[in-house]
């Protein structure tokens, strides 16, 4: 393994529970590669791709990311940058939200809404089917909102079973809320959580196809 390698995979690996997903506790998250507030191209589309390259050169095997960043945006420059993706690199995408040209935050959490995302992804990313896909919750302006989320984890599984999503994860949730998905599906990811999170555990769950 080479200098830049090395200083990926400083800290060690992480496998993603309930998967065979081993990945550089060292990623990144994409999120910046838009415009200002997320919103619309990037004033250097050419330097998002330098970013990228070297990031995956440098090591790095796990780039979160969004389509509702840009919107398409981000997933757009990954693809111009990665695809073909090289063996090992994960990406994880997150679900809940919409960015209207007003640019603000919208929910988007119904069954037909998660579904398009899905197909979003998949398109705009290039891929058959999406690594982990982490359903975001848009809760309170500071973190998450109590309420059942059981509809919305039941859709990810159908996605699943359909193939087009290997693994189902969390993303602005609380405690109650990720035992309520662990009563559905294994949950492979828990990103952005209360603290309460202390009293649940990802990963755990029934394995339901």
């Excluded at 197909?119 to 896909?133: E, K, P, Q, T, W």
């Excluded at 990720?178 to 649940?200: K, M, P, Q, S, Y």
Aim: aromatic content about 6%; glycine content about 10%; some cysteine.
């Amino acid at each position: 393994m080479n200098k830049k390698a090395n200083e990926a995979t400083f800290g060690g690996q992480f496998t993603f529970p309930g998967t065979t997903l081993t990945v550089n506790r060292v990623g990144y998250g994409a999120m910046q590669l838009t415009g200002p507030g997320i919103y619309d191209p990037p004033k250097d589309p050419d330097g998002a791709v330098a970013i990228l390259r070297e990031a995956v050169a440098a090591g790095v095997n796990h780039i979160d990311t969004s389509d509702y960043y840009g919107p398409h945006i981000t997933n757009q420059i990954i693809r111009r940058a990665l695809h073909p993706y090289p063996t090992g690199l994960v990406i994880v995408t997150k679900l809940g939200a919409h960015r209207p040209p007003d640019k603000s935050w919208q929910s988007a959490i119904s069954p037909q809404d998660l579904t398009a995302g899905v197909h979003d992804n998949l398109r705009n990313l290039g891929l058959d089917a999406l690594y982990i896909v982490n359903c975001r919750v848009m809760g309170a302006i500071h973190g998450p909102k109590e309420g059942s989320i059981a509809e919305q984890v039941t859709v990810l599984v159908d996605l699943r079973r359909k193939g087009l999503i290997r693994h189902v994860g969390l993303s602005n949730v609380t405690a109650a809320q990720i035992a309520e998905a662990h009563a559905i599906t294994e949950v492979a990811v828990c990103d952005r959580i209360d603290r309460g999170f202390a009293r649940a555990r990802c990963g755990q769950g029934p394995k339901i196809p």
